[in-house]
């Protein structure tokens, strides 16, 4: 039980660290817009993971539908939806606000949403239980630790960015503004974003039916991710292609010296839908409360691989001691509600 419970949490541990990396290769495709490298990286992820790796894992998907019926494919498909509309405000108030601020925002709502509101409607007797306290805990001590991040990335943005004396009033008029509207997304994004995880909770019926008709355990979840990947990738790329029209960018996406953004734009999506099958296969390791638990988890490392990563490629060079200072204390309370989330499970039933 153990051993499976590790694996389970090293597989959500590794899916974390794809989600909190897979956004890299948009600092590398200088010839493209947003809309561009989010719209390929969507394709990428419906076309090279979530379709394919949900047709080898589950047989017989049609009838695993059939049987789970509307009821059993409305809730995760509506939570797909919501999460796909969480992703894309996830890019505008991160655009609208700085990286800083809105991850710190986002991630602290998505922790919560995504983990106690969740085990408040489906296992409400758990928080008078050892687990349910350790999970509470362990969130509280995340939530301090993402405002760590929030207070490095503020320190690392003011030790690089040059100061300008001659802004006008008009300009920090707009700046307010486009920060009203950032944090709005951003809020949004945090309330959305997290329904991911519902999708995971209400689609149980389908991945005991997919284990029914023959796939195994690990990979049932699978037929919940068709559903999700599907629908939110689906409203992602969409969208893509209506900020491409309205920016009359559809030509730029073939023009010369992008051949490799195409190339990074498939690996930002097999690193975003990889991670969530990962970590759809370390929740079905983790027991019970594997969802609840499992979810923070996955955004501690998300959270930490981003940075990490930010730092091996240099975004922190010239940022001077305290914003490293601040960062490095911040990965290591993280690390510490990690482990705080690894005792809950072990503690589920005490």
């Not at 939570?79 to 894309?88: E, V």
């Not at 991160?94 to 509101?117: Q, T």
């Not at 959270?303 to 922190?316: K, Q, R």
Request: charged letters at 10%.
């Amino acid at each position: 039980m153990n051993q499976t419970l590790g694996v389970g949490i090293l597989l959500v541990v590794v899916g974390g660290c794809m989600e909190g990396t897979y956004a890299i290769p948009m600092k590398y495709v200088p010839r493209w817009r947003w809309e561009h490298i989010w719209g390929a990286s969507c394709l990428a992820a419906l076309l090279l993971v979530g379709w394919p790796v949900t047709f080898l894992t589950v047989p017989h998907l049609g009838t695993v539908f059939s049987e789970v019926g509307f009821r059993g494919l409305i809730w995760p498909t509506l939570f797909g939806l919501a999460w796909g509309a969480g992703s894309i405000f996830f890019g505008l108030g991160v655009e609208a606000v700085g990286l800083a601020v809105g991850v710190s925002v986002i991630m602290g709502l998505i922790a919560v949403v995504g983990s106690l509101l969740p085990l408040l409607i489906y296992h409400p007797e758990q928080f008078g239980s050892t687990a349910g306290h350790l999970i509470a805990l362990a969130l509280a001590i995340m939530l301090f630790g993402i405002v760590l991040c929030g207070l490095a990335g503020s320190a690392r943005d003011k030790a690089l960015q040059p100061r300008i004396l001659d802004e006008s009033a008009r300009e920090r008029a707009t700046t307010k503004r486009s920060f009203r509207i950032g944090l709005l997304y951003c809020i949004l994004s945090g309330l959305l974003s997290p329904l991911l995880n519902f999708a995971l909770i209400t689609g149980d019926s389908l991945r005991t039916a997919a284990a029914h008709h023959g796939a195994s355990p690990l990979w049932a979840m699978n037929a919940v991710w068709i559903l999700v990947f599907t629908v939110a990738y689906g409203l992602n790329i969409a969208y893509a292609c209506f900020v491409a029209t309205k920016n009359k960018s559809f030509a730029e996406l073939s023009a010369p010296g992008t051949r490799s953004h195409w190339g990074l734009a498939a690996a930002m999506g097999i690193l975003w839908a990889g991670g969530i099958v990962v970590y759809g296969v370390g929740v079905s390791r983790m027991g019970e409360l594997g969802a609840y638990a499992a979810w923070p988890l996955l955004l501690i490392a998300a959270i930490a691989a981003s940075n990490v990563s930010g730092i091996l490629i240099g975004e922190w060079k010239g940022t001077g001691r305290r914003p490293i200072a601040l960062m490095t204390s911040a990965l290591v309370v993280l690390v510490f509600a990690a482990l705080l989330l690894g005792f809950a499970n072990r503690s589920v039933g005490s």
